[in-house]
């Protein structure tokens, strides 16, 4: 069974960056496609960012674009959301998942079935 396990977040102000980390177990992990998502206190579930299951493409919601990076290191079972320029805005939970199928582009839409347990990330002003 897959589990996923965030770390790296924290409190950090206005400006600042985080890098969070998501390792995989239970899964091929090369085979799929990750990403990872946001939640706002009183607001749904977001879409963030995802990559492919070979890291040659990847997605991002439009306010993040230009200031997030996502990753992954298929050798290390390990997908990254490298976050720059943070803004108060940006704070939420953040989860990682795993979109359901092999071989996925991560494209924002498809469906994701195993997902972390969350880190929170809180930006200052």
């Known amino acids: 069974q897959v589990q996923l396990v965030e770390s790296g977040g924290g409190l950090v102000q206005a400006g600042g960056s985080l890098r969070l980390s998501c390792a995989a177990s239970?899964?091929?992990?090369?085979?799929?496609?990750m990403g990872w998502f946001r939640q706002a206190p009183g607001k749904e579930r977001e879409f963030v960012a995802a990559?492919?299951?070979?890291?040659?493409?990847?997605y991002y919601t439009d306010s993040v674009k230009g200031r997030f990076t996502i990753s992954r290191d298929n050798a290390k079972n390990t997908v990254y959301l490298q976050m720059n320029s943070l803004k108060p805005e940006d704070t939420a939970v953040y989860y990682c998942?795993?979109?359901?199928?092999?071989?996925?582009?991560?494209?924002?839409?498809?469906?994701?079935?195993?997902w972390g347990q969350g880190t929170q990330v809180t930006v200052s002003s």
């Open positions: 239970g899964c091929t992990f090369s085979s799929y496609a």
């Open positions: 990559i492919s299951w070979g890291g040659g493409t990847s």
């Open positions: 998942a795993r979109q359901m199928g092999v071989y996925g582009s991560g494209r924002p839409g498809a469906n994701f079935d195993s």
